[in-house]
């Protein structure tokens, strides 16, 4: 019982979140239309409702040492990434303006990868080092324009939720 309990709770989490996200980027959208902060109004948006889908699923999040966070200035945040959870955490929980630093490929994905270019993420290509070097200088770039990013320096998921040997700029 405790397994279909599990299965169906899994559904109906990614359902949730897939939709309340698919809505949230189309709100975006709409009112990023005639602004020129169109990532904050992303940032903004996805932070409302991430936060929505976690209270919807009953899930209670304690965040320690936020007072600590600059208010005023940017911050790189870097994170182990065990989960997908980790991308919903983040753009519910970090407080201010963000670009996610993610693998090239995500930005290929359909929807996903449109999504990704209009909130401002970076892509990085992890096997060139060349293009890696000039996504460096574009994260160089959101830190002097104020945005802060947020970097999961092993560059994907651990599979049994320890910290991986880092490879995104490998």
Known sequence: MHKTYQIIFTVYSWTLFVSLWMFSTLMAVILSIDTKKKENVFNTIERVFSRIAFKLLGMQ?????????????????????????DIKLSLAFIPTNFSFISKDTVFHVPILG???VAS???????TDDRKAYETLLTAIRKLSSRKSLVVFPEGTRSEDGNLAHGNLWQ
């Open 120 to 126: 401002g993420h970076i892509p990085i290509q992890r």
């Open 61 to 85: 999040v304690k965040i320690q040492g936020i007072e600590n966070i600059p208010k005023d200035e940017p911050v790189i945040f870097i994170s182990n990434h065990q989960s997908m959870m």
């Open 114 to 116: 449109a999504y990704m």
